[in-house]
């Protein structure tokens, strides 16, 4: 087999693994009803359970880029892509066993581990693709988790109503482990561990890329876009749905799918256009506006419980999810290739971050005073991409 088949045979592995992954991020949110049930047979608050439930993963995934981009680029993929893929698996089982300890423990054994999926993709297109590709290929790894989010909505509630969550669960840990074989099996990547490097010397350029604004004005434009439309579908969309406009379980997933179709529809143009215009900025300021104006047309729809324009919300959010994906690329173009998995890593830390304390936060409070928040963190995401990111397609790469 040539270098080229090798090449396309560990992303297309990798991007089953982030199918799966993205998966295990937004499915709590069409849960609620099991969770609702497991939360009054133990006597605990069953929207408390899915606020930590929810928000495991996501601290669990930040907290594990610290460790887990240094030992994907000292390591390599092929070594530590397949072991926390593992662990993936493990922790997908914990959670068939379902009570308020297990769904917790195994949520957040599953967000430290699903974060090597990215991060291994990312270094893999970064090593072995030219930059003209490194935009599509950062929308082929976001289309394919938009489609496995529609898959955790409708789809996901119909399969929890035919084999309940325990079946669901022990099928997604078979595919957990089966994946992690064949990512030791494709991958070739055993890392840049030298002689006269070292894991701490990899790890402390975190430091550096933390010390570096453009990172963090990245980083915060991908909070304020897809980070916010990712809390609300994963979590506290179910409430705000389910509350201020009285929809069903079916219909509330249905309206949370409508969000994903978006996403997935306009993941592939973004990629396309930024590597042939040779720009990513001007999409990420796009990705920010879109959902500033989302927002505050979901403001407008719930004052007025008005379904059509919560439609034209949806759709709005949908486009700033699929805008923001050249925000990695970018996090990652601004620096030298051999340490993809690194610089990726610290993105990762600020979006997760955010993420997670936003659902935690914005489930326990009023749906509406949530979305006057929101809007609020979207202007500073607009700010921050414009005055903080760099054009980074072409960049002089640093360390």
Same mark, same amino acid.
């Given at each position: 087999m040539d270098a080229f088949s090798k090449r396309i045979r560990v992303i297309i592995v990798l991007l089953a693994a982030y199918v799966l992954v993205y998966f295990h991020r937004?499915?709590?949110?069409?849960?609620?009803?099991?969770?609702?049930?497991?939360?009054?047979?133990?006597?605990?608050?069953?929207?408390?359970l899915l606020a930590i439930m929810s928000s495991a993963y996501f601290y669990g995934y930040a907290a594990s880029q610290f460790f887990t981009g240094p030992l994907i680029d000292y390591y390599g993929v092929k070594?530590?892509?397949? +072991?926390?893929?593992?662990?993936?698996?493990? =922790?997908?089982?914990?959670? /068939? @066993?379902? #009570?308020?300890?297990?769904?917790? !423990?195994?949520r957040l054994l599953i967000g430290i581990s699903a974060s090597v999926v990215f991060l291994s993709y990312m270094r893999s297109a970064a090593l072995s693709f030219k930059i003209s590709y490194q935009g599509r290929l950062s929308s082929y790894a976001l289309f394919a988790g938009s489609i496995s989010t529609i898959a955790a909505t409708y789809p996901l509630r119909l399969m929890l109503n035919s084999i309940g969550l325990s079946s669901t669960y022990i099928i997604l840990a078979l595919l957990a482990f089966t994946l992690a074989l064949l990512t030791y099996l494709t991958s070739s990547d055993i890392g840049g561990k030298k002689k006269d490097s070292s894991f701490l010397k990899q790890a402390s350029l975190i430091g550096s +890329?933390?010390?570096?604004?453009?990172?963090? =004005?990245?980083?915060?434009? /991908? @909070?304020? #876009?897809?980070?916010?439309?990712? !809390?609300?579908?994963?979590?506290?969309?179910q409430i705000h749905l389910s509350k201020?406009?009285?929809l069903g379980k079916e219909d509330v997933s249905i309206y949370l799918m409508v969000l994903a179709m978006v996403f997935a529809v306009s993941c592939i143009p973004t990629g396309y256009l930024s590597d042939k215009f040779k720009r990513r900025k001007p999409f990420l300021i796009a990705?920010?506006?879109?959902?500033?104006?989302?927002?505050?047309?979901?403001?407008?729809?719930?004052?007025?419980?008005?379904?059509?324009?919560?439609?034209?919300?949806?759709?709005?959010?949908?486009?700033?999810?699929?805008?923001?994906?050249?925000?990695?690329?970018?996090?990652?173009?601004?620096?030298?290739?051999?340490?993809?998995?690194?610089?990726?890593?610290?993105?990762?830390?600020?979006?997760?971050?955010?993420?997670?304390?936003?659902?935690?936060?914005?489930?326990m409070i009023d749906p509406t005073v949530s979305v006057i928040i929101n809007i609020l963190?979207?202007?500073?995401?607009?700010?921050?991409?414009t005055i903080l990111a760099k054009e980074t397609y072409l960049y002089e790469k640093i360390v």
């Amino acid at each position: 087999m040539d270098a080229f088949s090798k090449r396309i045979r560990v992303i297309i592995v990798l991007l089953a693994a982030y199918v799966l992954v993205y998966f295990h991020r937004t499915m709590t949110g069409v849960m609620k009803p099991e969770i609702d049930y497991y939360s009054g047979y133990y006597g605990v608050n069953a929207e408390l359970l899915l606020a930590i439930m929810s928000s495991a993963y996501f601290y669990g995934y930040a907290a594990s880029q610290f460790f887990t981009g240094p030992l994907i680029d000292y390591y390599g993929v092929k070594r530590i892509g397949s +072991i926390m893929l593992t662990m993936l698996g493990v =922790g997908t089982v914990l959670m /068939s @066993v379902p #009570s308020p300890n297990t769904l917790v !423990a195994g949520r957040l054994l599953i967000g430290i581990s699903a974060s090597v999926v990215f991060l291994s993709y990312m270094r893999s297109a970064a090593l072995s693709f030219k930059i003209s590709y490194q935009g599509r290929l950062s929308s082929y790894a976001l289309f394919a988790g938009s489609i496995s989010t529609i898959a955790a909505t409708y789809p996901l509630r119909l399969m929890l109503n035919s084999i309940g969550l325990s079946s669901t669960y022990i099928i997604l840990a078979l595919l957990a482990f089966t994946l992690a074989l064949l990512t030791y099996l494709t991958s070739s990547d055993i890392g840049g561990k030298k002689k006269d490097s070292s894991f701490l010397k990899q790890a402390s350029l975190i430091g550096s +890329i933390a010390r570096n604004p453009h990172s963090w =004005g990245v980083g915060i434009a /991908s @909070v304020a #876009s897809y980070g916010l439309g990712l !809390a609300y579908q994963s979590t506290w969309g179910q409430i705000h749905l389910s509350k201020v406009f009285l929809l069903g379980k079916e219909d509330v997933s249905i309206y949370l799918m409508v969000l994903a179709m978006v996403f997935a529809v306009s993941c592939i143009p973004t990629g396309y256009l930024s590597d042939k215009f040779k720009r990513r900025k001007p999409f990420l300021i796009a990705a920010t506006i879109a959902s500033a104006a989302a927002w505050i047309l979901m403001y407008l729809s719930s004052i007025s419980r008005d379904r059509n324009i919560l439609l034209v919300a949806l759709t709005f959010l949908g486009v700033s999810q699929g805008l923001h994906i050249i925000a990695p690329t970018m996090a990652k173009e601004y620096y030298d290739p051999k340490i993809s998995g690194t610089s990726v890593a610290f993105f990762n830390i600020v979006l997760f971050t955010g993420i997670a304390v936003l659902q935690s936060v914005l489930s326990m409070i009023d749906p509406t005073v949530s979305v006057i928040i929101n809007i609020l963190i979207a202007f500073i995401g607009i700010l921050a991409s414009t005055i903080l990111a760099k054009e980074t397609y072409l960049y002089e790469k640093i360390v």
